[in-house]
């Protein structure tokens, strides 16, 4: 068990469960885009640590880049995306792969979609380490899930509890 500020958490996915299953995503990800070089759009804060784990995993040449974008405050949605970012990278006609590190109830997926989708992208997939299946209230179809959780708040690997927690190597369950 650990605490963070208020509150106690404990261990839910270790570090070795979620490097096998990121390099698995990762070989996936090569194979599906084999012969084109993909854009990775990186949705900070939360998804650094499974950027970086994934974006190593990958064989096939990637760019990276970064939005920000943040809808959470403590363990609750507000309800409305802030918008924080300037994209620097021309997506017209490219592969673009938006990474997360969780779909909760789809508010800051969707936002992302319709954001991207009008920069002209030839596609755009989504990848993300978490869903929470019966959290969802704004559809949306992943094409990279890497583990579907309850609808239990968690912290670790970039995700965080008031802004602590994200440095953690492996993701912890509030009690
Ligand atoms: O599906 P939703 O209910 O929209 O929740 C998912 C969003 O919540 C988290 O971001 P957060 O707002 O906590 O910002 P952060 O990445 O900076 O921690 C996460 O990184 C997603 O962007
Ligand atoms: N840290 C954290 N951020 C989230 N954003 C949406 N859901 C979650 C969650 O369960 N944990």
């Known amino acids: 068990m650990i605490q963070i500020k208020d509150k106690e958490f404990i261990s839910y996915i270790s570090e070795e469960m979620l490097l096998q299953r990121v390099r698995e995503m990762g070989g996936k990800i090569s194979r599906d885009f084999e012969g084109q070089s993909p854009v990775l759009l990186g949705v900070l804060n939360g998804s650094f640590m499974f950027l970086a784990d994934l974006a190593k ?7 990276i880049c970064f939005l920000k974008i943040s809808s959470y ?37 969707n936002y992302l979609l319709g954001k991207i989708k009008k920069l002209g992208p030839k596609s755009v997939s989504i990848a993300t380490l ?14 990279y899930v890497g583990f579907e959780i309850p609808n239990k708040f968690v912290v670790g690997y970039g995700l965080d509890y008031d802004g602590y927690g994200r440095n953690l190597p492996a993701i912890y369950q509030l009690k």
């Open 57 to 63: 995993s990958i064989s096939i040449p990637v760019e």
């Open 73 to 109: 405050q403590g363990t609750n949605s507000t309800g409305k995306v802030k918008d924080m970012s300037s994209l620097d990278i021309d997506l017209k006609d490219r592969p673009a792969i938006i990474v997360e590190d969780i779909v909760d109830t789809g508010l800051s997926m």
């Open 130 to 143: 978490l869903t929470k299946p019966d959290a969802l209230q704004h559809p949306v179809k992943v094409d």
